[in-house]
């Protein structure tokens, strides 16, 4: 039984691996600046992939107006939250959405 030893791949023929090599049509890599004061808007600037077609973003359930500067990046303004506190960002595109758990924070 050496092809059971070996697997299919030791033989020469191709298994596909449905996770190898693919990555999310739509990412968040980093903002600039990541956090802001509670009461004050923050300009931010969010880097990522997938940004094409119609992009809308959120800081927690907050809807914010974005401008597409290109694929990979988006200047917003994160509204004032009124509280210290670290939210989700979301940013949808017509490739679909990633969310960066977390991503904004809300600090003194």
Known sequence: M???LLGCG???LDV???NKGTTPAVSIDALDPDWGLPDEETAVTITGTG???TVTAF???AEVAVTKI???TLVTTAPAAGVEAAVDVRVV???GE???PGGFTYAE
């Open 2 to 4: 050496i092809w059971a």
């Open 10 to 12: 030791g033989l020469g």
């Open 16 to 18: 596909p691996d449905d």
């Open 51 to 53: 940004f094409e077609g």
């Open 59 to 61: 800081f927690g359930n």
């Open 70 to 72: 290109d694929a990979g």
């Open 93 to 95: 595109s017509d490739l």
């Open 98 to 100: 990633a969310i960066l």
